[in-house]
C-alpha cells in the first residue's frame, strides 16, 4: 500500500527470475545469506551499495560461525554509512563480541522476564526416558498417548539430522500416523507445499530438522517434541517455543536417553525449571517395537535406494567450481564420494 518494491532471495528457487528482481532496485531485499551471496559471486547486474539498513534476523545463528564465508561476501557491498539490526530469542558469546566490537555507540534492549524462566509459564515441559534402540518405539507411544486426550491438535516432532527426518517421516507413515517432513534435501517448492498442508490442518503430524525451529509463525501447535535432544541447550528454547505461542497452552516432551541426563541438565539449568515425566505405558512400547522396527528397516533400503543426497552432491559442484577446480577433476572426485557411499550402504544392508 506504500509501493515498496521487494524481493525474496532464497535457495531453491530460480536464480534468473531473482537476478532480474535484484536489477529491478528494490527497496527492501528479504534474503539466505548462501543464495544472495550467490547473486553477488556470479552476475554484476545489480548493487548494494545504497542499502542504508542492514537487519540480521535470528543474528545467533548468523553471527554462530555457520554463514561466516557468506557473509564475508556480502558486507563488503554494502555501503559503509548504515545502520545495522541484530535480532535474536537467545543472547549468544557471538552477540557479546559484535556489540563490543562494534566501532560507534551501540544500543541494546532486551525484554527480561521478571520470572527468570526463558520458556513461558504456559508451556508444560516433560521428558520421557527411553533406551537409545527403543526411541522409535517410544515416540510413537507419545504421539499415540497424547492423541487419547487430544484427537486433532497439531504435533511438530524435531530430530537431528536430514536422513534421520526423513527415515522417521517415512516410518510414522507406515504405522499409520500421517505426517510431512521438512529439512534441508528437500527441495524449496516441496518445502513450502508440507508446510502449507501443515498450516491448514490437512495434516496433522510435521517431521522436521532445526530448519523449522526458528521463523515459523504457525497457530494452533499443541505438541513440540524431541526426538532427539538438540546438543546446544539454547536451540531447545527455539524448537519448544513454536508452541504455546500469544499466551496459548502447549506441551513439549523430550525424549531422553541415558546418554542425554547432561544435556538434560543444562537445559533445565538455562531455562530455569524442572522437566517432569510424562508418564506412558511401557508394556504398548514393547507390542509395537516389532512393527516400528521393521516399518523403519524398509525405510532405510527405500532410502538407500534413492538419491537422497542428490542436493549435497549439486552444491558440492557448484562450491568446487567456484572454487576453480577443473570439472574433469571435480567430475572424479564427485564419483569417489558416490562409490564411498555405496560401500557404506552395502556394509550397513549386511550388517542388519
Known amino acids: 500500500s506504500i509501493n515498496l518494491k521487494k524481493c525474496v532471495i532464497v535457495g531453491g528457487m530460480d536464480m534468473m527470475v531473482q ?18 551471496a550467490d547473486h553477488i ?7 548494494l551499495e545504497k542499502i542504508k539498513f542492514l537487519v540480521l534476523d535470528e543474528a545467533d545463528r548468523l553471527l554462530g560461525g555457520s554463514f561466516d564465508k557468506q557473509l564475508k561476501v556480502i558486507l563488503p557491498t554494502l555501503s559503509k554509512e548504515k545502520q545495522v539490526l541484530l535480532f535474536s530469542a537467545t543472547i549468544t558469546d ?11 555507540k551501540v544500543f541494546m534492549w532486551e525484554a527480561k522476564d521478571e520470572s527468570g524462566i526463558a520458556t513461558v509459564k504456559e508451556l508444560d515441559q516433560r521428558y520421557v526416558l527411553c533406551p537409545k534402540d527403543a526411541i522409535d518405539s517410544f515416540l510413537v507411544e507419545v504421539v499415540r498417548t ?9 504435533i511438530m516432532i524435531f530430530t537431528d539430522t536430514c536422513k534421520n527426518c526423513q527415515l522417521l517421516s517415512m516410518t510414522l507413515n507406515e504405522v499409520g500416523f500421517i505426517n510431512v517432513a521438512l529439512h534441508a534435501m528437500i527441495k524449496q517448492k516441496e518445502r ?12 496433522k503430524i510435521l517431521i522436521a530438522t532445526d530448519v523449522a525451529a526458528r521463523g515459523l509463525d504457525i497457530t494452533g501447535v499443541e505438541l513440540v517434541i524431541n526426538h532427539t535432544i538438540p546438543n546446544v541447550p539454547k536451540e531447545y528454547i527455539h524448537r519448544v517455543g513454536r508452541t504455546a505461542r500469544a499466551g496459548k497452552g502447549g506441551m513439549a516432551v523430550s525424549l531422553i536417553t541415558p546418554y542425554d541426563i547432561k544435556l538434560l541438565h543444562a537445559i533445565e539449568s538455562i531455562i530455569g525449571t524442572k522437566l517432569i515425566e510424562y508418564k506412558i505405558d511401557d508394556e504398548e512400547v514393547v507390542t509395537i517395537l516389532t512393527q516400528v522396527s521393521v516399518a523403519k528397516r524398509e525405510a532405510e533400503i527405500k532410502l538407500d535406494e534413492a538419491d537422497f543426497y542428490e542436493k549435497k552432491i549439486i552444491n558440492k559442484r557448484k562450491q568446487l567450481l567456484l572454487e576453480g577446480k577443473d570439472p574433469k577433476e571435480i567430475d572424479l572426485i564427485l564419483q569417489k564420494h558416490k562409490k564411498t557411499s555405496k560401500i557404506a550402504k552395502k556394509k550397513n544392508r549386511n550388517i542388519t
Do not use: M, Q, W, Y
Request: glycine share 8%; proline share 5%.
Open 94 to 104: 557471538a552477540l557479546d563480541k559484535a556489540k563490543h566490537l562494534a566501532p560507534g
Open 41 to 47: 559471486e556470479s552476475c554484476n547486474t545489480f548493487s
Open 19 to 36: 537476478g532480474l528482481e535484484l536489477a529491478k532496485k528494490p527497496h527492501v531485499v528479504v534474503a539466505t545469506p548462501g543464495r544472495l
Open 146 to 154: 497424547f492423541r487419547t486426550t487430544n484427537e486433532t491438535g497439531s
Open 192 to 203: 513450502l507445499a508440507a508446510l502449507n498442508k501443515f498450516k491448514s490442518d490437512h495434516i
